[in-house]
């Protein structure tokens, strides 16, 4: 609605600018209100007893009838000049002065023969019986000091020929040359020289909306657009058509008629276009039924079509089907307050009423009163001059802005889709290469499990047998040294050829396990987009024993596949933190703040999925502190385990005797060897000795119950 105030304000403020600029342009001329014409049809009727032509004095402008369309008429305007002429204005002898004074016709339409005083002083060609000439622009004739009559009289003649049925004589003024000049300069923009330069501005519009029509084929408003200005075009140029051969004069009026007609369809279908408003059926039948009649009266009615089409048909035709157009533009306004349909809405009324003007002046149809004071601009809408074409370049401006907000609101629309379509794009490429890794991972474990299967079925089928064999013999006494050393050899070289089949174990730390999952994972991802940071402390190095290292790998791994399958992720970052007596693990997962906005935060402890439930059973198996935060700048995921005795995860407490750990003293399910550096040690869990500074964690989900023996984990 603001933009609408805005715009309706901003042309009201032009409008008055342009009153203001309208009345100061004025020329110091004096109306000639009175003329006596003569002529051989001069209407019907007039004439003296012996036949000859009657002689009518008749006020200026005026509008006279002459007989039925396609005859050459001519008549004759005699002009008594001696009340506007002064002696300065006469010629001195001895002396040669230029004119002083001269005469403007406003519009001298059907050409003209300007006489004064017998001697012919200038016109323009006029009608004859092959050739016809409609100018519609106005004549200035000086009048040379020479030719006048000091002592009068001074005539000034006009001779006219036309073959339209009726006399256009407009209105006439006489003055000083400079102000002669000045407004005939002004008449002559107005009416011609812009009506040429809007038909080729038209035409020009109509070649830009070809080529987007050409571009896009479905878009119809680029369509409608071009149909339109091309008809602008073509009914701008019949209209200032001077010159045109008799035997053409009914098909150039035909063409005009048909082409205004078109005019009205067209821009009404574009109206119609714009506001995303099916037309009707009923009104695709009036538009036909009126650009059909329009084709077809005027060749059947014969002499009287030019003045019915002009009168009637055309201004009520053009009003059927624009209305309709207009009325839902109006709906349309007042129901979106936009300001496009808004300038559509007043550039189409504008049009509307510049058209029917022309055709109720231009065509004849409206005589207009004598102007008795001096010129000025405003002026121009008492004479018959076309006005129709000031108003097209606006509504194509309007067409055209229309169009631009189209094409926006598609570029628009196009540029979210991109945009959705490459995130989801990139968010399947980042889940895919984590479901890859999740299969290689997959791949692996079953590998592992069919291998541990493979050594089960060797060492039960080999190596268990023959232990049996050898128990047997050792428990009845009587033993073969020889046989017992041969059988002992042969289970070693068994044991040794299992081993060798066998993979190594996992003896690497944490840090370095996570350093290879992390560069893989950087290198899996760099393609697209999807940052990953991570940071391990290079301090002591933490071997877990058993499954703890998979576990907590795993929980990685799980955690970045729920980051790289959110649209919003733009990155994740891994920290690995050692503390005196504990290990923190921290994954933050940042959001993209160009994409839509994502889930609220969740409170700690709400699911979001099976994902998050493993993460925190893969926790207690661990013993350690799992937490889950999601908010609109990321998720955090906090993994906190203790790796001194006596010091549990947070949260986490228990009292479970261990034959690990002293009688009535607390579970220890952590073992510390953190000597200097290259002192030696011998770890009683990985049955190694070398320069040891390593953290060994044994998991408490593997310690035995007290008085049990807790299984080992070594080959």
């Known amino acids: 609605m603001t933009r609408i105030a805005l715009y309706l304000g901003g042309l009201g403020a032009a409008l008055a600018a342009l009153y203001v600029w309208v009345a100061g342009i004025s020329a110091e001329l004096t109306p000639i209100t009175q003329g006596r014409l003569r002529g051989a049809q001069v209407e019907a009727g007039e004439r003296t007893p012996d036949g000859t032509p009657q002689d009518r004095q008749m006020k200026l402008p005026a509008i006279t009838y002459l007989g039925q369309a396609g005859t050459l008429k001519e008549v004759t305007l005699t002009l008594d000049i001696d009340d506007f002429l002064s002696a300065d204005d006469m010629s001195v002898p001895g002396?040669?002065?230029?004119?002083?004074?001269?005469?403007?016709?406003?519009?001298?339409?059907?050409?003209?023969?300007?006489?004064?005083?017998?001697?012919?002083?200038?016109?323009?060609?006029?009608?004859?019986?092959?050739?016809?000439?409609?100018?519609?622009?106005?004549?200035?004739?000086?009048?040379?000091?020479?030719?006048l009559n000091a002592d009068g009289p001074n005539v000034v003649t006009l001779e006219i020929s036309t073959l339209n049925p009726k006399l256009?004589?407009?209105?006439?003024?006489?003055?000083?040359?400079?102000?002669?000049?000045?407004?005939?300069?002004?008449?002559?923009?107005?009416?011609?020289?812009?009506?040429?330069?809007?038909?080729?501005?038209?035409?020009?519009?109509?070649?830009?909306?070809l080529g987007g029509w050409l571009a896009s084929p479905r878009e119809k408003m680029l369509a409608l657009a071009f149909w339109t200005a091309l008809s602008l075009a073509a009914l701008l140029w019949l209209v200032s058509c001077t010159y045109l051969p008799a035997a053409y004069y009914k098909h150039w009026q035909w063409g005009i008629y048909v082409l205004s007609t078109l005019v009205a369809c067209l821009i009404s279908s574009f109206v119609f276009s714009a506001i995303q408003e099916p037309p009707g059926r009923r009104w695709y039948a009036l538009a036909g039924l009126t650009i059909a009649g329009t084709a077809v009266l005027y060749p059947a009615l014969g002499d009287g079509a030019q003045e019915f089409m002009s009168r009637y048909w055309i201004p009520l035709a053009i009003v059927a089907v624009y209305h309709r157009a207009c009325y839902r533009l109006v709906i349309y306004v007042a129901r979106h307050k936009e300001a496009v349909p808004s300038i559509l809405l007043v550039q189409c009324l504008m049009f509307l009423a510049s058209g029917i003007y022309d055709y109720w002046t231009v065509s004849e149809l409206v005589a207009r009163p004598p102007q008795d004071s001096r010129w000025w601009l405003a002026h121009v809408l008492d004479e018959p001059v076309i006005l129709t074409h000031l108003t097209v370049p606006l509504l194509l401006a309007a067409m055209s802005m229309a169009l631009l907000k189209r094409f926006h609101a598609n570029a628009l629309s196009t540029q979210q889709a991109n945009v959705t379509l490459r995130e989801t794009l990139l968010a399947r490429e980042r889940e895919l290469a984590v479901h890859y890794r999740k299969q290689q991972e997959a791949e692996h474990l079953s590998s592992v499990r069919m291998e541990r299967d493979r050594i089960h079925r060797d060492l039960h089928d080999s190596i268990g047998s023959r232990l049996v064999t050898m128990l047997f013999a050792v428990r009845n006494g009587t033993p073969d040294t020889s046989s017992l050393e041969r059988d002992l050899t042969t289970t070693i070289a068994d044991i040794r050829r299992i081993l060798a089949a066998t993979p190594n174990r996992e003896t690497r730390s944490l840090q370095d396990i996570l350093f290879s999952y992390c560069s893989a994972l950087e290198d899996t991802l760099a393609s697209t987009g999807f940052s990953v940071e991570y940071t391990l402390e290079s301090g002591e190095e933490v071997s877990l024993l058993g499954d703890a290292a998979l576990h907590i790998l795993l929980i990685v791994e799980e955690t970045v596949a729920n980051a790289v399958k959110c649209p919003r992720a733009g990155g994740v970052s891994i920290r690995l933190q050692l503390l005196d007596s504990s290990l923190i693990l921290l994954i933050d997962c940042a959001f993209d703040k160009d994409a839509a906005s994502g889930p609220a935060a969740t409170e700690k402890g709400v699911s979001l999925g099976r994902g998050l439930e493993n993460m925190r059973h893969r926790a207690e198996v661990l013993g350690a502190d799992y937490e889950f935060r999601i908010s609109e700048a990321g998720s955090s995921t906090t993994l906190f385990m203790?790796?001194?005795?006596?010091?549990?995860?947070?949260?986490?407490?228990?009292?479970?005797?261990?034959?690990?750990?002293?009688?009535?003293?607390?579970?220890?399910?952590?073992?510390?060897?953190?000597?200097?550096?290259?002192?030696?040690?011998?770890?009683?869990?990985?049955?190694?000795?070398?320069?040891?500074?390593?953290?060994h964690w044994l998991p408490r989900a593997r310690m035995a119950p007290a008085g049990q023996t807790p299984p080992d984990d070594t080959p």
């Open 168 to 209: 256009v004589l407009a209105s006439i003024y006489v003055g000083r040359i400079a102000e002669v000049v000045r407004a005939q300069r002004i008449i002559s923009f107005v009416g011609t020289s812009s009506l040429d330069g809007i038909a080729l501005f038209s035409l020009i519009v109509a070649l830009f909306m």
């Open 95 to 147: 002396e040669r002065r230029p004119p002083a004074k001269g005469i403007l016709v406003t519009q001298a339409i059907n050409g003209m023969d300007v006489y004064l005083n017998g001697v012919w002083i200038g016109g323009y060609p006029r009608s004859t019986a092959q050739d016809r000439y409609v100018w519609y622009r106005p004549l200035r004739v000086s009048l040379p000091r020479r030719l």
């Open 642 to 695: 203790p790796l001194v005795a006596g010091s549990p995860p947070r949260g986490v407490r228990t009292n479970a005797p261990d034959d690990l750990s002293p009688p009535g003293q607390a579970v220890r399910p952590f073992c510390l060897l953190a000597g200097p550096h290259g002192s030696t040690r011998r770890c009683a869990h990985c049955l190694l000795s070398w320069p040891c500074r390593a953290i």
